[in-house]
């Protein structure tokens, strides 16, 4: 009993302000930079738009996860990200012996997942369901992605 047209809208408005500044994750910037970045990102090129308020306050709301269209549409992004780790790992892009440099590969709870887990994905599908309360649906299709060959669906 969402309105998904305003989930579209919200996670459209969320991609554009990270074609700004990017994809950044709790190991590139504080939570608090972060949102002030997006929150800049989305004035700076809605700036010129009549409507701007009413686009701009749906970043605000996709940020405070208060309302049911915000949650689901945080928790779309979340997912989208692990079941993109999936699609690298079937397709050979990530190799654990090569992450020097890397913040979240040095991350202590990445380093235990990995440990329990036998690859990237699987690590990084475990931490998304660990951290962002996913409900029964999106656990459903996280747990899915993990024991399935997923780039087959793609075709």
């Not at 554009?16 to 929150?39: C, F, N, P, R, Y």
């Not at 780790?85 to 020097?100: A, I, R």
């Amino acid at each position: 009993d969402i309105d998904i047209f305003r989930v579209i809208f919200m996670l459209a408005v969320h991609e554009l302000e990270e074609t700004v500044i990017g994809d950044l994750t709790m190991w590139d910037v504080a939570a608090d930079d972060k949102l002030s970045q997006g929150h800049n990102a989305v004035r700076s090129i809605l700036k010129d738009l009549l409507e701007k308020e009413q686009i701009e306050s749906l970043i605000f709301e996709f940020d405070e996860r208060e309302t049911k269209e915000a949650k689901f549409a945080y928790h779309c992004d979340k997912l989208e990200c692990d079941i993109q780790s999936k699609l690298y790992d079937e397709e050979g892009c990530v190799d654990l012996t090569k992450q020097e440099g890397n913040k979240t590969f040095s991350d202590e709870n990445v380093q235990r997942l990995l440990n329990e887990k036998d690859s990237w994905s699987a690590m990084w599908l475990a931490f998304g369901r660990s951290r962002y309360s996913y409900d029964s649906n999106f656990t459903e299709v996280s747990n899915y992605v993990e024991n399935n060959d997923i780039g087959s669906l793609k075709k």
